[in-house]
């Protein structure tokens, strides 16, 4: 009886593929009744559970499966050969349990409707749109810097630790809220990974546990970087799988907060992702904008691709095609670069504000 309830256990993924193909043709069931329903109670659950505590549960936790995983493996090492039946039944039990804990916490968001539906944003633009949109941001880019430092040369340096950075997080949120009240974000739960240095290797600046739903922000990138990072990861905690989605939810949470250094990281942020959309389609037009841009803020532009080029790696690539393949799996069809999406979504959202 125990061997049958193991083959069960083992096999279940398969069921959890059949219930995702459904899905994926059901994306407002997935609204209603997953992302705005069954998931608020259980990221809640999770911020409450783990997000007063100042370490990172999560990371903790992959540590300790990590040291488990190879000590069983070390101790089963004979049944591979001996028992290769049971062995792969008892590994194939294991995956099934992760993989239907990873889609009932947090993945079944992936099939969710596109954000410009449930925000009632148009996906369409022109180049014209994007350019004129472009040279308004540009504007609130430099004043936002203004606002900080007068002399435009020199770049933004945030005067706050990086914890007291993530604990004005939410406070962007709150305001956009108001605008949007279905991105209402509490309690916290954001803190620095333990494995920063890896992460940065990996070129990531940051990642959600979706087993214990905290914000993970790679504790080594520029400051100036990480108010819209955490927002980011924050618009994850709330649902949104999307990488392009929570781009833009995270952007309009920093230059929504009451915070001049999160204004300045969100609009950045946006003028660089609308800059590198004109560039792939008019790069005369490109040159004449980016001139038009503060000196200080290219500077830190400058200062983010010095950090990322001082940790790239042969393995680098690997994980980003590897991520790259994981979302195009999970109904992200644009993958990790996705920028005319997360663009289209800038541009009509501020050309109609």
């Not at 409450?48 to 069983?72: E, M, N």
């Not at 305001?175 to 940065?200: D, G, M």
């Not at 204004?263 to 800059?275: A, D, E, F, M, T």
Request: glycine share 4%; charged share 20%.
């Amino acid at each position: 009886m125990q061997k049958y309830k193991k083959v069960i256990i083992a096999f279940s993924f398969v069921g959890v593929l059949g219930i995702t193909s459904i899905l994926k043709l059901t994306p407002q069931f997935v609204e209603t009744y997953y992302s705005n329903g069954l998931y608020i109670g259980i990221s809640k659950l999770m911020r409450y559970a783990f997000g007063w505590l100042p370490f990172s549960v999560g990371d903790l936790l992959y540590t300790l499966a990590t040291i488990y995983i190879l000590r069983w493996l070390w101790e089963n090492r004979k049944r591979v050969i001996k028992d290769t039946k049971n062995w792969l039944l008892d590994v194939l039990a294991a995956f099934s349990i992760a993989y239907f804990a990873f889609h009932l916490l947090w993945a079944f968001n992936y099939y969710r409707l596109p954000l410009y539906k449930s925000l009632n944003i148009s996906h369409e633009y022109s180049t014209e749109q994007l350019i004129e949109v472009t040279k308004q941001l540009i504007t609130k880019a430099n004043k936002a810097h203004a606002l900080i430092e007068l002399n435009d040369t020199i770049k933004i340096e945030i005067p706050y630790t990086k914890t007291e950075i993530l604990h004005k997080v939410s406070n962007g949120y709150t305001r956009l809220k108001k605008e949007f009240p279905q991105l209402n974000y509490k309690p916290s739960s954001i803190k620095k990974s333990l494995y920063s240095l890896p992460l940065t290797y990996m070129g990531y600046s940051g990642y959600l546990n979706p087993f214990t739903n905290e914000a993970q922000i790679d504790g080594l990138i520029p400051k100036f970087k990480i108010p819209t990072t955490a927002s980011h990861e924050v618009a994850h905690q709330l649902g949104y799988a999307a990488e392009n989605e929570a781009n833009f939810i995270g952007a309009l949470a920093a230059i929504n907060n009451d915070d001049k250094y999160f204004k300045y990281s969100g609009y950045s942020s946006i003028v660089r992702h609308c800059l590198f959309e004109i560039y792939r389609r008019e790069p005369e037009t490109y040159r004449a904008l980016i001139n038009t841009l503060n000196k200080g803020i290219r500077k830190n532009y400058d200062e983010a691709l010095e950090f990322w080029s001082s940790y790239e790696n042969p393995l680098e690539p690997i994980f980003k095609s590897t991520y790259d393949t994981f979302l195009k799996t999970n109904n992200q069809a644009g993958g990790i670069n996705s920028y005319s999406y997360v663009v289209a979504l800038y541009v009509n959202y501020f050309d109609r504000t």
